[in-house]
């Protein structure tokens, strides 16, 4: 059946042709993924179709109300919180104070069978949604959007390339950015050379095509030689040198070999010497 996703929002029109292109149209033409939008005014009770409401204890902006959200995760058929086997379906509310999506969170979305993501609006969302009916909160970064429509897009993209047959080849999601580490613990273990490897939760590493020089910088050398030991250490020092400058903060649980936290401290006595602005050329690490 592939993994279902159920958006609920006030404005299901922002997803207009958000997901007919691409890997996405792709992954539902080939029956891998499927999208549903459910309209939250669908689910109320009066005549004017109300989903907020002011707040108690007063301040700016509305509240969403928690009744038409009930509504509509039991008109889903979703099982009841205390109920819900949370490995095969979940409930998400999409919103600032959730904990931070990241990759490791997609994977463990993409072996669901089916998400149901809340898109919070106005000033916020009723706690009782969170209490009661949502199994987490989860916010895109440290930022804040006018809904959890966008970040409900960025959920769903992040998920599905994570599931078996979408990419064209299952392997291309752990050769990038923040890519799982078990295909470079195996490279590893078979001291495999090959050109690439699992980012072991690093950024991914520089790429380059044709052609081989553009407005006067050439592709470095080393990419030309055919010796894949070579190039496969060049990569990973260029994806240690671009998240140590990008990203240091996931270097504290990247995997890490002993040749990894030498050629960092390198990078960081340099750092120290030369002033965090100063860029080294491509061939120099």
């Given at each position: 059946m ?7 929002t ?8 958000m997901?007919?292109?691409?890997v996405?149209?792709?992954a ?7 999208i549903a ?12 179709r109300?989903?907020d409401?002011?707040p ?7 509240v969403?109300?928690?009744?038409p ?5 039991e ?27 990241s990759?490791?969170t ?9 998400v ?5 609006r106005y ?7 969170t209490e ?6 989860l916010?895109?970064g ?11 897009a ?10 078996p ?6 392997a ?23 050109s ?9 590493y ?16 080393v ?7 070579q190039?496969?250490r ?5 994806a240690?040198?671009k998240?140590?400058a990008?990203?240091?903060d996931?270097?504290?649980s990247a995997?890490l ?5 030498k ?6 006595e ?16």
């Open positions: 592939g993994l279902r996703f159920d958006i609920v006030i404005f299901p029109g922002l997803f207009a042709g997901f007919d292109y691409g996405v149209k792709r539902r033409d080939g029956g891998l993924l499927s939008l459910h309209d939250l005014r669908t689910f109320t009770g009066d005549r004017h109300t989903v409401d002011r108690f204890g007063g301040g700016e902006g509305m969403l109300k928690p009744e959200l009930a509504a509509a995760v008109h889903l058929g979703v099982a009841r919180k205390p109920d819900r086997n949370t490995a095969s379906e979940t409930v998400i509310l999409l919103s600032a104070q959730g904990k931070k999506f990759q490791q997609a994977r463990s979305l993409a072996q669901c069978e089916r149901v993501l809340l898109c919070g000033e916020g969302v009723d706690e009782r949604v009661l009916i949502a199994d987490r909160e916010s895109i440290d930022y804040v959007l006018s809904g959890g429509e966008l970040a409900a960025i959920v769903i993209d992040a998920t599905m390339r994570l599931l047959g979408v990419l064209g080849n299952d291309s999601s752990e050769y990038e950015s923040f890519g799982a580490s078990d295909a470079l613990l195996a490279a590893r273990a078979t001291d495999e050379l090959r690439t490897h699992g980012a072991g939760g690093l950024l991914d520089p790429h380059y095509t044709r052609p081989a020089a553009f407005r006067g910088l050439a592709v470095p050398q990419l030309s030689s055919g010796n894949h030991d190039i496969r060049w990569r990973r020092k260029q240690l040198k998240t140590f990008n990203r240091p996931l270097l504290a995997d070999t002993a040749d990894d936290r050629f960092l401290q390198t990078l960081k340099q750092n120290l010497e030369t002033g965090p602005g100063d860029a080294q050329s491509e061939d120099s690490v």
